[in-house]
T-cell receptor, first 113, second 115 residues
């Protein structure tokens, strides 16, 4: 069975602080995909990143970076110099090859001015 | 704007009733996915269609069904509604045939309230 754990239910930071959102996954598949989505207060879901299980390179996109470590089954997301607009619920998700798409419970990030 | 449209935005209905939610994918996308987001269950994948055919099934109840039409729009039918079906239902679309090939673009969702 596949499972995604986001242990941090809520995080509050002050603007310009760096923050890391944790994601730990479980799967028996050798081929799988990991995702991060953002859900701002307006409610829509926004895709942030997709990573396949064979690509362990870390990725940076502006203030966002992702650290994928198969050894610890983790796919953590860091926001550098956080901004108020980063306030949202962030979901980590996992999909095995051809199988179900499983979301974590989400981490609510509040960035205070 | 993701390019995915969903109607209606809000729906209020009574227990035991049946409703239909509609989704139009982005131009060029052949896959449509349905998700349910509720306080109890969180975000759950329900079902995926690709070019009119069912491709993957998640935690979809037997009371729920979906289809994708030749013009690629999709409908999610929810019947014998229960209070616990109250949720935000998202549709997403993608160019990919599978669940994982490409990013999914989400619609604004339909908020269903069952009273």
């Amino acid at each position: 069975a596949q499972k995604v754990t986001q242990a941090q239910t809520e995080i509050s930071v002050v603007e310009k602080e760096d923050v890391t959102l944790d994601c730990v996954y479980e799967t028996r598949d050798t081929t799988y995909y990991l995702f991060w989505y953002k859900q701002p207060p307006s409610g829509e879901l926004v895709f942030l990143i997709r990573r396949n299980s064979f690509d362990e390179q870390n990725e940076i996109s502006g203030r966002y970076s992702w650290n994928f470590q198969k050894s610890t089954s983790s796919f953590n997301f860091t926001i550098t110099a956080s901004q108020v607009v980063d306030s949202a619920v962030y979901f980590c998700a996992l999909s095995g090859y051809g199988q179900n798409f499983v979301f974590g419970p989400g981490t609510r990030l509040s960035v205070l001015p | 704007d993701s390019g995915v449209t969903q109607t209606p935005k809000h729906l209020i209905t009574a227990t035991g009733q049946r409703v239909t939610l509609r989704c139009s994918p982005r131009s060029g996308d052949l896959s449509v996915y349905w998700y349910q987001q509720s306080l109890d269950q969180g975000l759950q994948f329900l079902i995926q269609y690709y070019n009119g055919e069912e491709r993957a099934k998640g935690n979809i109840l037997e009371r729920f069904s979906a289809q994708q039409f030749p013009d690629l729009h999709s409908e999610l039918n929810l019947s014998s509604l229960e209070l616990g079906d109250s949720a935000l239902y998202f549709c997403a679309s993608s160019v990919a045939e599978g669940l994982s090939g490409h990013e999914q673009y989400f619609g604004p969702g339909t908020r269903l309230t069952v009273t």
